[in-house]
């Protein structure tokens, strides 16, 4: 029989945090639907934000692009992707901030963050949202210079903060995440909605929210 659940982790941007490119590239941004596929798919990708997170410099990866892609028609939103970020940062999302909070004032649970973010944006969010500084730690992949999926990230949680996976609960709107998370013996919910995650909570036991 699995251990009661003493612990939950948090993943922060999707879950907790609205944050979106979209809100900076919305469809009028671009002059045509092509070119904005051809940017995130070839530019400005998924995977090379995630080298930001895990510590490598927002101005040095903005020059690097600047390089690579030389025609001034992607001048202006490889600029952009880092120097609106605050703008990408919409605000909470205040159904899943509700739960966090009705669970913190059950005073049952530790809760963690274990979130991918660049160090040099993290303390913008630090200083915009209060709930950031309810948790018990944080780990932040761009102060760590690693990041999720990478088992060290999960194993630096576990030893950092006397965390038993066996008895933790990780939430975190990317699957892949959470199948990381579960391959080193934590539970797993992959986040959908505010409503799923409470469903989910509910099946392991996890009241009051």
């Keep these: 029989m699995s251990p009661a659940i003493d612990t939950i982790v948090w993943d922060l941007g999707g879950v907790l945090v609205d944050w979106s490119p979209l809100f900076v590239y919305h ?19 998924q995977d090379w934000n995630e080298q930001q997170d895990a510590g490598y410099s927002l101005q040095q990866a903005t020059d690097d692009k600047l390089a690579a892609f030389p025609d001034s028609k992607w001048e202006q939103p490889i600029r952009d992707f880092y120097g609106r970020w605050t703008d990408m940062l ?7 901030v509700d739960i966090f909070r009705r669970l913190k004032a059950q005073q049952q649970y530790k809760f963690f963050a274990l979130t991918n973010w660049s160090a040099e944006t993290f303390p913008i969010a630090l200083a915009r949202f209060d709930f950031l500084h309810w948790f018990d730690g944080r780990l932040v992949s761009g102060q760590e210079g690693t990041r999720k999926p990478f088992p060290e990230f999960y194993q630096l949680l576990f030893s950092r903060y006397q965390v038993n996976p066996t008895s933790a609960v990780f939430i975190d709107d990317n699957l892949r995440n959470v199948k990381a998370g579960e391959a080193l013996g934590l539970r797993g919910i992959h986040f959908q909605s505010a409503s799923q995650l409470k469903t989910e909570l509910n099946l392991l036991g996890i009241t009051g929210h």
């Design 90 to 96: 919409r605000g909470p999302l205040p159904e899943t």
């Design 27 to 45: 469809p009028e941004y671009f002059t045509s639907a092509d070119d904005r596929d051809y940017f995130f798919s070839h530019i400005c990708t």
